[in-house]
Nanobody
């Protein structure tokens, strides 16, 4: 059974940094696209960053140049280094996993079958 557990959110002032972590279990010997999404209350969940089996990253929208996604396959852990945060980054951040997707061909919320419970990030000005 696949389980994803996020940690490392928090409340910070603008221009500071945070590094949420996603600890995964039950992935087995399949190929996975791993991703970070975020959601503001009342809005749709949106992709932030994806990382494929080859460690190739993809970034979406305003996080380009500020966020870095990485993974440690030996530890089944993914990281989202978030630098130069601003209040628009305030959201619940979710870790997600999509099986049988070596190169992250799918990047929408509906493409991912496994989700963590989320970790809250609050950025104040």
């Amino acid at each position: 059974q696949v389980q994803l557990v996020e940690s490392g959110g928090g409340s910070v002032q603008a221009v500071r940094s945070l590094r949420p972590t996603c600890s995964a279990s039950g992935l087995g010997y399949s190929t996975w696209c791993m991703g970070w999404f975020r959601q503001v209350s009342g809005k749709e969940r949106e992709a932030v960053a994806l990382i494929d089996t080859t460690d190739y990253p993809t970034y979406v929208g305003s996080v380009k140049g500020r966020f870095t996604i990485s993974q440690d396959n030996a530890k089944n852990t993914q990281y989202l280094q978030m630098n130069n945060l601003n209040p628009d980054d305030t959201a619940m951040y979710f870790c997600a996993a999509r099986e049988f997707d070596t190169y992250c061909s799918g990047g929408l919320e509906g493409d991912f079958g496994y989700w963590g419970q989320g970790t809250q990030v609050i950025v104040s000005s």
